[in-house]
């Protein structure tokens, strides 16, 4: 992981939520946190990737887990995983009484289906 290029440790994240399930209504499975610009977007597992996208059409290649308890990285350019990394600015996950998956409100009947479950 190269933290000068991909890594902006001052720029807190977008949101609690994913920026465009937020928008067009959708809703996560997990959320991950873009460690240059902040922009929080949807794991993999979720419907639409948005997390994915971002680091695809910004060439931002390093997420954070925007979950609780949770302080590992990933670098999209080399496929790694890092258990811990540099300390981003605060909050480090989404809200505790977030719903996970969420928003709950959005949650499809058949979300479990959806993810393949």
Same mark, same amino acid.
């Given at each position: 992981?190269?933290?000068?290029? @991909?890594?902006? &440790?001052? $720029? &807190?994240?977008?949101? %609690?939520?994913? +920026?465009?399930?937020? =928008? %067009?209504?959708?809703?996560?499975?997990?959320?991950?946190?873009? @460690?240059?610009?902040?922009?929080? !977007?949807?794991?993999?597992?979720?419907?639409?990737? #948005? =997390?994915? +996208?971002? +680091?695809?059409?910004?060439? #931002? &290649? $390093?997420?954070?887990? /925007?979950?609780?308890?949770? @302080?590992? /990285?990933?670098?999209?350019?080399?496929?790694? /995983?890092?258990?811990?990394?540099? =300390?981003? @600015?605060?909050?480090?996950?989404?809200?505790?009484? *977030?719903? %996970?998956?969420?928003? =709950?409100?959005?949650?499809?009947?058949?979300?479990? *289906? *959806?993810?393949? !479950?």
């Amino acid at each position: 992981m190269n933290p000068e290029k @991909a890594i902006d &440790p001052t $720029v &807190p994240p977008s949101g %609690t939520g994913c +920026a465009e399930c937020d =928008a %067009t209504g959708g809703w996560w499975l997990h959320l991950r946190r873009c @460690a240059r610009c902040g922009h929080i !977007g949807c794991c993999d597992d979720s419907p639409s990737k #948005h =997390a994915t +996208a971002h +680091a695809h059409d910004t060439g #931002h &290649p $390093v997420i954070r887990s /925007f979950e609780p308890g949770e @302080a590992w /990285f990933w670098d999209y350019t080399t496929s790694e /995983f890092y258990e811990s990394g540099p =300390a981003l @600015a605060p909050p480090e996950h989404h809200p505790v009484d *977030q719903s %996970t998956p969420g928003p =709950a409100d959005r949650l499809p009947d058949d979300w479990r *289906q *959806q993810l393949g !479950g």
